[in-house]
């Protein structure tokens, strides 16, 4: 999945611990995003950055924090693990022109469980 | 707030089977996309629809999009094992800058 990378593919974390997912796109596009990924939930948008210095919250935003200090970096911190965040993260960039033939890129993703 | 919807969410079927996988949406779109994951790997794309009657073909693969009935279809043909795998639709609503919304996937294994 070049074009998004994620760090780390695996961790485990025991509950209350922090952590931070890194993501990078070398395609230097505007809109990032991160997702989870749970059975039988699809895909669910935690938080969203249209831009540099700017963030959204998605739809399940609650323990989590996000960070887009640079076009190419958005990064997800868990402050305070909670066996319920146990989940597949991907990171994902948007084409740059959502009215082309280009789409949504995503990373090989993280395997988070949280003891 | 756009909800997308795919049906059936389990599908097994047998080699050599015709079969259609349904993706509805609730608000007005007009770019719709399909993907497929297979198991413990990212998200592969599969194809991109940008406007009403598009239809895109690879292999036995086969998507339309028609946006009055916000409804798009994944059409199997001649289905093959290789094919095992989970399809998602996705959608971007058709004004403001918000996110794509996934449908919750489609899991399906093609038996002999």
């Known amino acids: 999945n070049a074009g998004v990378t994620q760090t780390p593919k695996f961790q485990v974390l025991k509950t209350g611990q922090s952590m931070t997912l890194q993501c990078a796109q070398d395609m230097n596009h505007n809109s990032m995003y991160w997702y989870r990924q749970d059975p039988g939930m699809g895909l669910r948008l935690i938080y969203y950055?249209?831009?540099?210095?700017?963030?959204d919250k998605g739809e399940v935003p609650n323990g989590y924090n996000v960070s887009r200090l640079n076009k190419r970096e958005f990064s997800l911190r868990l402050e305070s693990a909670a066996p319920s965040q146990t989940s597949v993260y991907f990171c994902?960039?948007?084409?740059?022109?959502?009215?082309?033939?280009?789409?949504?890129?995503f990373g090989s993703g993280t395997q988070l469980s949280v003891l | 707030e756009l909800k997308v919807e795919q049906n059936p969410l389990f599908l097994s079927m047998q080699e050599g089977k015709n079969y259609t996988i349904y993706c509805n949406y609730s608000t007005t779109s007009d770019r719709l996309y399909w993907y497929r994951q297979d198991p413990g790997k990212s998200l592969e794309s599969l194809f991109v629809?940008?406007?009403?009657?598009a239809v895109k073909q690879e292999g036995r693969l086969m998507a339309s999009l028609d946006t009055k009935a916000r409804l798009s279809t994944l059409h199997i043909t001649a289905a093959v094992h290789d094919l095992s795998a989970t399809y998602f639709c996705?959608?971007?609503?058709?004004?403001?800058?918000?996110?794509?919304?996934f449908g919750k996937g489609t899991r399906l294994s093609v038996i002999a």
């Open positions: 996705a959608v971007y609503p058709k004004s403001g800058n918000t996110p794509l919304v």
């Open positions: 994902a960039r948007e084409p740059q022109d959502r009215a082309t033939n280009e789409k949504l890129f």
């Open positions: 950055s249209a831009s540099e210095g700017t963030t």
């Open positions: 629809l940008l406007s009403n009657g």
